[in-house]
């Protein structure tokens, strides 16, 4: 009996524990400013890549033997991911207030040309049907040329469950008839609080859960040894981990960054894998 009341009692405490929201959290000038420098630098070094066909993907700036191994290790079937780190002349870029999760993820998809590839990204009014549940909403905006503007509503669960709605702009370029790039980054990310209820609204931009505040993303395309690889670099900034909550927070604004990168690239080859 005695046993039986006690693991009723954890068990609320567990349920109350999880449904709290963690303290909101302010994006601070300081913060973005921060951040725009880390991306600022970031993009320096993705632009000399892109303009080089012997660094177009991360595998092929590695030493010889060991992009040699990468490539092979891509064209089994293996998706390779890589955390990475930008810095200033060997300095650390210190962003006060959040974090920023730099990931870059490379998938080979053996059998599909690159404009298939490159068709799938671009079809936003499907990407809540082609990648849920991570997106459970999609939504084309506007497309002109080379440049799409559309909607995504991301749903995050991790200890925790986070949906945020964002506003995108896409801008794709073709170097060669073989590659393309394409950065794509959030313009408008604003938290949603009890979604997909009538009581659903959004939290305040920039005083939220601070969950997700700001992401960007770049994606190569390569089309090569009877296929394409495809390569997607990310760079999100979140909140900091606060005293006494890491073990709610924490779980989420550390490996949410990844598990979404690796879901992203699995879906996309297992979309376009030859039927």
Not at 13 to 18: D, L, R, S, Y
Request: aromatic share 10%; with cysteine.
């Amino acid at each position: 009996m005695v046993a039986a009341l006690l693991r009723a009692i954890t068990a609320v405490g567990i349920a109350f524990c999880v449904a709290v929201p963690a303290s909101a959290a302010d994006l601070n000038p300081a913060t973005v400013a921060a951040f725009d420098r880390y991306v600022q630098a970031t993009e320096s070094r993705i632009n000399t890549e892109v303009a080089s066909s012997a660094q177009f993907l991360w595998p092929l700036t590695l030493p010889p033997a060991e992009r040699d191994a990468r490539m092979a290790t891509l064209r089994s079937g293996t998706i390779l991911t890589q955390k990475l780190e930008t810095k200033e002349q060997g300095q650390v870029i210190n962003i006060p207030g959040g974090l920023v999760h730099h990931w870059v993820g490379v998938a080979f998809l053996p059998g599909v040309p690159i404009d298939r590839t490159i068709g799938l990204l671009q079809d936003y009014d499907h990407h809540a049907s082609i990648y849920a549940p991570y997106i459970s909403r999609s939504i084309l905006r506007a497309h002109e040329g080379e440049t799409y503007r559309f909607h995504l509503r991301f749903f995050m669960k991790k200890v925790i469950t986070v949906v945020v709605d964002s506003e995108n702009t896409g801008q794709f370029t073709r170097p060669a008839v073989d590659r393309a790039f394409s950065r794509i980054v959030s313009t408008r990310i604003a938290e949603v609080d009890s979604p997909g209820t009538p009581s659903e609204r959004e939290l305040p931009i920039g005083h939220d859960g601070g969950y997700l505040w700001r992401l960007n993303s770049y994606w190569r395309f390569l089309e090569r040894d009877g296929g394409t690889y495809v390569q997607c670099e990310s760079v999100s900034l979140t909140r900091g981990i606060p005293v006494g909550l890491g073990w709610l927070i924490g779980p989420f604004v550390t490996s949410m960054p990844r598990q979404s990168l690796e879901f992203v690239l699995e879906t996309t080859r297992q979309a376009l894998a030859p039927r």
